[in-house]
């Protein structure tokens, strides 16, 4: 007896249910967490940097150095923590790490967070581990 459509999709769930799904697979998705913001005077500390950091698998000092151009201000990384010395609202932080994502994470070509960074004498290289495309980053930190 030939199954029904049905039949055959309720199997290709429990298939993909049993399977183990890595974070930031080809099969699944990465969830970027939101920045936890700290203001201490005049400073902003983004408390979650290094969580950010391993998630989206980037540098911290990276992420530092992007911010600290960015916003035009120093910066410092103490525990796994981005301090920028200048009091900065959540909403424009959480739009430069989107920033950061899309130009030293996401694949130009399909878009998937599932990359790896290479540094290639001065240019750095977005290596996709999904399409296996490698492009260049064009942004300059300094």
Known sequence: ??????????????????????????????????????????????????????????????????????????SKIEDKKIILQKKIEFDKIKAKIDKFVDIFVRCPICKKLDTRLEKRERVYIIKCLACGAESPVIYKLK
């Open 1 to 74: 007896m030939i199954p029904t459509y049905e039949e055959m999709l309720d199997e290709a769930y429990k298939k993909l249910s049993s399977m183990k799904v890595l974070q930031g697979s080809t099969l699944g998705s990465i969830n970027i967490p939101l920045p936890k913001i700290n203001y201490v005077g005049k400073w902003t500390s983004i408390e979650n940097a290094g969580t950010i950091c391993d998630v989206i698998n980037r540098d911290i000092n990276l992420l530092a150095e992007f911010l600290q151009k960015e916003f035009s201000v120093a």
